[in-house]
């Protein structure tokens, strides 16, 4: 039955012998029959039941309907649909055509098989010399370039070694001496053997864990450095939040260590001034943007003089208060005379007063208030609260010192943090893996050293005869062209069929491209052969 593709493409390749890159050089002797129908009754018939068997060297197919008004009027056809194209060259531009509309499906069936009969007949002394040419090149072929195949993977597998020797006598010799060097040499592996390259992976890891080990020890030894100079509390909170966020250091501490963190974090972290945060607190509105604001009054025609040119009365306001915040904030508690003095000053500065007398009058009541409730933040302030700042919300508490036990709990985890941070062993361990690679060299030196001490035959090339008999068929095939332009071709001397030109080859209106024939690759591989014969015979010591 005749051969039947999923698409189209496939089909056309298979019918014009361009399927297969290994066929034979005989298939250019074959020749391709397309049937297009045009919708023909005669042609549907032809399809259905009258096509010959395809044999090796004739190929059929059926244009698809899709396809057929493109393909006959790229070819010049359309006067001869329904039709059986017939071409021998793919590529040519010749075809020969068998019209249908005056025949029977079985007339044009009985006349496309007696076309492969005489084919066969005619042609069979050729076919048969030209497939035994091929066979014998093939074979040939095969046996001389055989060795060559041998000796070049020899030679690579001895360039090979000798290159991967020199990889690690470089390596033995200049070992990498930290992490940096490591990953330079795995940057670059191409004269190393994959198993050493694998072990160097390893020890990476193992370095790098250790070099981040004695990084945290040395930032254990920083932080016992600041910590023995720490003399308040809140220095001394910072250094262990610090190390409490550090993975790496905590994960790096002895046992009791780590104990001593958790009982100086626990110490130095509890809530021990929420009296004195709540007071603090309660104090917030005395001092307030309002009530400066309402005090302000008194003096508000003087302190336009310090506005702005284009600044608006609110931020004029809040200008003023920022400055009598931050001054008042400074003042010392002991004296409250002074602290009014002091803020009183520092505002007719800001408002650039004239007139003291002006401006002392009218902040009279102003610094009333603030030597009365300076006077009573004295009287209530906790111990170590010196500044009137320390007494408000909105400005740190005072700094206090570290009392006995705290000194104590400070002082042990500092020693022991740079106890810790003196510990050998991450250095230790880091000098003796680095101290491995030479090792690593010289145990995967063993291997290549000994198949070059080997020295492992070089395979011997093919018979000089067969070489000559190979050289001999190169010649024969000069004649293929020759031999497929001797082909007998029945269908062309039928008087039935027309020889037409067409403006493209038929190959080129299905869409298919040619590409190179089995001839010319065969060809090319026996010159290669020979080549490679000559070359490698030239290097033969004595010839």
């Given at each position: 039955m005749a ?13 014009l012998?361009?399927d ?13 029959v397309l ?5 023909s ?5 032809f ?13 059929f197919a059926?244009?698809?309907?899709a ?5 006959t ?11 059986l ?9 010749r075809?020969?055509?068998l019209?249908?509309a005056?025949?029977t499906a ?9 076309w492969?009969e ?7 002394e050729?076919l048969?010399?030209w497939?035994?040419v091929?066979r014998e090149?093939?074979?040939l072929?095969d046996?001389?370039?055989g060795?060559?195949w ?20 470089a390596?033995a010799t200049?070992?990498p001496?930290d992490?940096?060097?490591v ?8 004269d190393l ?6 072990a160097?992976?390893?020890?990476r890891?193992r370095?790098?864990?250790l ?5 945290a ?8 450095a ?9 220095d ?16 790096a501490?002895?046992p ?23 007071w ?8 307030a ?6 005090a302000?009054?008194s003096?508000h025609?003087i302190?336009e003089?310090?506005?702005r040119w284009?600044?608006?009365a ?5 200008r003023?208060?920022?400055l009598f915040?931050?001054?008042l904030?400074?003042?010392p508690?002991e004296d409250?005379d002074a602290?009014?003095d002091?803020?009183l000053t520092?505002l ?14 009218a902040t009279a ?8 409730t300076t006077?009573r933040?004295r ?10 700042g ?17 000194r104590g709990?400070r002082?042990g985890?500092?020693?022991?943090l ?5 510990a ?8 003796e893996a680095?101290?491995e690679v030479p090792a690593?060299?010289e ?13 492992a ?9 067969l ?8 010649g024969?095939?000069?004649g293929?062209e020759?031999?497929v332009r ?17 403006p ?5 209106a ?6 190179r024939?089995?001839?010319d690759?065969?060809r ?5 052969t020979?080549a ?5 015979a030239?290097?033969?010591p004595g010839?």
């Open positions: 051969f039947r593709a999923p698409t189209a493409d496939t089909a056309y390749r298979h019918a012998r361009l297969d890159r290994t066929r034979a050089l005989t298939d250019r002797f074959g020749w391709s049937l297009v129908d045009g919708g009754a005669v042609g549907r018939e399809a259905r039941g009258h096509r010959p068997a395809p044999a090796d060297l004739v190929r059926t244009v698809p309907d396809d057929g008004p493109g393909f009027r790229r070819l010049g056809l359309d006067a001869h649909v329904p039709c194209v017939v071409c021998a060259d793919v590529a040519s531009r075809v020969h055509v019209p249908l005056d025949r079985d007339e044009a069936h009985r006349r496309v098989q007696d492969v005489e084919f066969h007949e005619a042609n069979h050729l048969a010399r497939s035994g091929e090149v093939r074979e072929v046996v001389v370039s060795p060559l041998a000796r070049r993977i020899r030679s690579a597998e001895r360039s090979r070694d000798q290159q991967v020797l020199r990889g690690l006598a390596l200049s070992p001496d992490l940096a060097g990953d330079a040499v795995l940057a670059d592996p191409t053997p994959w198993g050493l390259v694998d160097l992976r390893d020890l890891g370095i790098a864990g070099d981040a080990d004695l990084a020890r040395e930032r254990m030894a920083g932080a016992a600041e910590l023995a100079a720490a003399t308040d509390r809140q001394v909170r910072r250094v262990l939040a610090s190390l409490t966020a550090d993975a790496t250091a905590r994960h501490l002895a009791d260590t780590a104990a001593a963190l958790t009982a100086t974090r626990a110490a130095l972290t509890r809530d021990d001034a929420r009296d004195s945060r709540r603090r607190e309660e104090n917030g509105p005395l001092f943007l309002p009530v400066f604001v309402a302000r009054h003096w025609w302190a003089q310090g506005r284009r600044e608006t609110q931020h004029h306001r809040q003023d208060f920022a915040s931050r001054v904030a400074a003042q508690l409250p602290v009014a002091a803020v520092a007719a500065a800001h408002h650039g007063v004239t007139d003291e007398e002006e401006w002392t009058a009541g102003f610094r009333a208030y603030l030597v009365e006077g933040l009287e209530a302030a906790p111990e170590g609260f010196t500044l009137v320390h007494c408000l919300p909105n400005h740190p508490p005072p700094v206090r010192p570290l009392d006995e036990e705290e709990l002082d985890l500092a020693s022991r740079a106890r810790d941070a003196a050998r062993e991450a250095a230790d361990g880091r000098r680095l101290a690593l060299a145990r995967f030196r063993a291997e290549p050293a000994a198949r070059l001490e080997a020295g035959p070089v395979p011997e090339l093919a018979d000089r005869s070489v000559e008999a190979l050289a001999r068929l190169a024969v095939l000069d293929y020759e031999a001797s082909v007998v071709h029945p269908h062309e001397a039928d008087p039935a069929v027309i020889a037409v030109e067409c493209v080859g038929v190959a080129e299905v869409g298919v491209v040619v590409g024939s089995a001839f690759r065969l090319e591989q026996v010159a290669r020979l490679g014969h000559r070359e490698a030239g290097a033969l010839s």
